[in-house]
Nanobody, 120 residues
Framework: VQLQASGGGLVQAGGSLRLSCVASGGTFSTYVMGWFRQAPGKERAFIAAIGWSGGNTKYADSVKGRFTISRDFRANSVYLEMNSLQAEDTAAYYC??????????????WGQGTLVTVSS
């Protein structure tokens, strides 16, 4: 499975961005899809995940209420709508696909990072 992420950029604090990730080469509907981020000098961290059917979601406490994950089965895509962005949201964001669990402790495939920079 190949994952292609896009949508990062520079935004002012309080603004919004929408990240997209297109999956190819596999059966999209059989994967839990998620987003992680890695800030400079920090480890990669889980942000959000959405289940096979799209009906279940899970979020890190740091983004709950501000970020929304969704998926489009026709487009083989997963999205991350980010609102009320803060400087601490600055990071490289990675799309991920896994087989088991919304916590995504075992990721099978990673996309390349897309950089989000929030200016304060």
């Amino acid at each position: 499975v190949q994952l292609q992420a896009s949508g990062g950029g520079l935004v002012q604090a309080g603004g919004s961005l929408r990240l997209s990730c297109v999956a190819s080469g596999g059966t999209f509907s059989t994967y839990v899809m998620g987003w992680f981020r890695q800030a400079p000098g920090k480890e990669r961290a889980f942000i959000a995940a959405i289940g096979w059917s799209g009906g279940n979601t899970k979020y890190a406490d740091s983004v709950k209420g501000r970020f929304t994950i969704s998926r489009d089965f026709r487009a083989n895509s997963v999205y991350l709508e980010m609102n009320s962005l803060q400087a601490e949201d600055t990071a490289a964001y990675y799309c991920a696909a896994g087989r088991y669990g919304l916590a995504m402790r075992n990721v099978d495939y990673w996309g390349q990072g897309t950089l989000v920079t929030v200016s304060s």
